[in-house]
């Protein structure tokens, strides 16, 4: 089992920044990559950013260049930097994480982000 807790949602301008943080308890050594995915009202659930256990990144097309992916391992914490925010980037935020079977398995409560124009 893997537990994920999300922080750092909220309310911001369009243009600002916010960092999400993803913190992961329990069997860590089961987890092959951790990512965010993202929600939006009457939309399906949609790939973020991921991060494998030794660094490699993969972002959304629509984020590359404005959201940032990285990991604390020493803090079981993975962290999604955003910046230059747009009010489509408005969504609930779930971290998760990727089984050694490439399922992505275990899900966090979610966070809110909404960006205002």
């Known amino acids: 089992q893997v537990q994920l807790v999300e922080s750092g949602g909220g309310l911001v301008q369009a243009g600002g920044s916010l960092r999400l943080s993803c913190s992961a308890s329990?069997?860590?050594?089961?987890?092959?990559?951790m990512g965010w995915y993202r929600q939006a009202p009457g939309k399906q659930r949609e790939l973020v950013a991921t991060i494998t256990m030794r660094g490699s990144t993969n972002y959304a097309d629509s984020v590359k260049g404005r959201f940032t992916i990285s990991r604390d391992n020493a803090k079981n914490t993975v962290y999604l930097q955003m910046n230059s925010l747009k009010p489509e980037d408005t969504a609930v935020y779930y971290c998760a994480s990727e089984n050694r079977y490439r399922l992505w398995d275990y899900w966090g409560q979610g966070t809110q982000v909404t960006v205002t124009s």
């Open positions: 329990g069997s860590i050594s089961s987890i092959n990559a």
